[in-house]
């Protein structure tokens, strides 16, 4: 028997996290200015976007978008619909900067489309370094419509631990990473030892997309 390499099947019992977008954008923003961006991801469905940002170009250090800098003077945020990604920049510093984002996506499950590779190698062979630490998805979904002004919901997953967790608000077709806690939009994760919990303050109903890891 020939095997052909072109075929191999690596296997396990537990789902594998697959980002299926990647992109850089720099964004400069004046003084006590803002800055949107829109453009498009041509994916034909919304990702689960996220990312980083940095004031410097090799990101030797770099911030969640969504999360404040360490001088609370940069506000990002990042969102998606079927269509495009939207960046939102504030600089309530009093000096010009610029940012350099590096975003990626996953894909829902449910979503049944071919998409391309987002390896950067020769020919976008896929490539498994064992030297790496890979995140291990433990359980994922999307939860009900969770109510405004209060709602919440509980996912058990009986880990006995805490573990790493992503979410993501869905509002209006439109897709938000949960940076901890999000109090501007109204909206909270809470990972306990046995149960994820999220919360909506807002004023309007949204569902949330989870995925829970065995990592702590």
């Known amino acids: ?28 923003i004046p003084a006590f200015d803002y800055n949107d961006i829109t453009f498009a991801h041509e ?36 969102n998606a619909d079927s269509t495009n990604v939207i960046i939102s920049t504030n600089n309530n510093s009093g000096s010009a900067v610029t940012l350099y984002y590096r975003v990626y996506g996953f894909a829902e499950e449910d979503i049944d489309v071919d998409i391309e590779p987002t390896s950067g190698i020769s020919g976008n062979l896929l490539q498994f370094d064992s030297s790496l630490n890979y995140a291990k998805l433990f359980d994922y979904g999307t939860t009900d419509t969770v109510s405004a002004g209060g709602g919440t919901a509980t996912i058990s997953h009986n880990l006995g631990r805490l573990t790493q967790i992503r979410v993501w608000s869905i509002l209006s077709g439109s897709v938000t990473p949960l ?10 994760a809470q990972s306990n030892a046995n149960t994820l919990v999220l919360g909506n303050e807002s004023l309007n109903d949204r569902t949330f997309h989870y995925r829970i890891y065995y990592d702590d």
């Open 179 to 188: 940076v901890a806690s999000d109090l501007n939009q109204g909206i909270w």
């Open 1 to 28: 028997m020939v095997l052909n390499r072109d075929n191999l099947i690596l296997y396990s019992n537990d789902p594998i996290d697959k980002i299926i977008y990647i992109e850089t954008k720099t964004v400069d």
């Open 43 to 78: 994916l034909g469905f919304r990702p689960l976007i996220m990312g980083e940002y940095s004031e410097d170009s090799d990101f030797s250090t770099s911030n969640t978008i969504g999360s404040q800098d360490t001088s609370f003077l940069i506000e990002t945020a990042i």
